[in-house]
């Protein structure tokens, strides 16, 4: 096993934008594991595979070929060897991602994956059940969150920014929706594992998030 930093928390909360800062302050490498269950969805959403229906899904989990690689320290996503990283973005496929990743099947095929890859190398990696489930062992787990006003207010604006006309508070309903899905189902739910440190980002900024994850990384790695 390597040293790993496990982050958790909701959707929007900063975990991937925090993680990939941390990732390159230590060396580390940076694994986005909301990517595969997004390539995953992506898959489900080409074969036309609704999110109700279990065997379908389970099916196609048997036959999707999901993998990582790095290129210029950068994670890409491979879907059956097409690198999907520029399609999994949308709000289509991550309510895909959050509906298919109740599956146990769906799990079990990706926290595989997600294992080899810590075992191999030192990582920051990102998710939902990371501390609990994916790396329970790790030394430092952070259990990432801010509010869900605070959240939207961030998609909102990163929406703005690429000109994509959004409503703020159907980007709130959708969050609050989301969450609930990911903390109350039965498999691997989205919670603060007993060891890990609470970071509440609402008031903070990007810096200060970075450096109490740091801080926290020095003294327990
Ligand atoms: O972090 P994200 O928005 O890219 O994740 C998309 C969905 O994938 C999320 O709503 C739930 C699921 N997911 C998961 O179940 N477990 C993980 N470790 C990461 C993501």
């Known amino acids: 096993m390597g040293k ?13 934008t925090i993680a990939k800062m941390v990732a390159k302050e ?50 890409v996503v491979l879907l059956m060897g097409e690198n999907v990283n520029g399609l999994i973005r949308t709000e ?16 079990e095929k990706l926290v595989s994956l997600q294992q080899k890859l810590a075992a191999e190398k030192d990582v920051v990696m990102d998710g939902r059940d990371i501390g609990t489930v994916v790396l329970p062992d790790s030394k430092c787990k952070i259990y990432l969150t801010a509010s869900s006003k605070v959240r939207a207010k961030r998609r ?13 508070d159907q980007i709130e309903a959708d969050i609050i929706e989301r969450d609930e899905r990911d903390m109350t189902r ?3 739910p989205l919670r603060q594992a007993e060891d890990a440190v609470l970071v509440d980002s609402s008031d903070m ?3 200060e998030v970075k450096l109490a994850i740091l801080d926290e990384a020095k003294r327990k790695l």
């Open 4 to 16: 790993s930093i496990a982050i958790d928390g909701p959707a929007g909360a900063g975990k991937s």
């Open 26 to 75: 230590l060396g580390f490498i940076y694994v986005d594991t909301g990517a595969m269950y997004r390539a995953m969805a992506l898959y489900l959403i080409r074969r036309g595979i609704s999110r109700d229906d279990t065997a379908g899904i389970e099916k196609a989990c048997e036959d999707a070929d999901i993998s990582i690689a790095y290129e210029d320290g950068q994670q």
């Open 92 to 107: 289509e496929v991550g309510n895909m991602a959050s509906a298919s990743s109740v599956n146990g099947k769906v799990r």
């Open 156 to 168: 909102y604006d990163e929406l703005k920014e690429k000109r994509i006309d959004c409503d703020i």
């Open 186 to 188: 039965e498999n691997s």
């Open 205 to 207: 900024t990007i810096d």
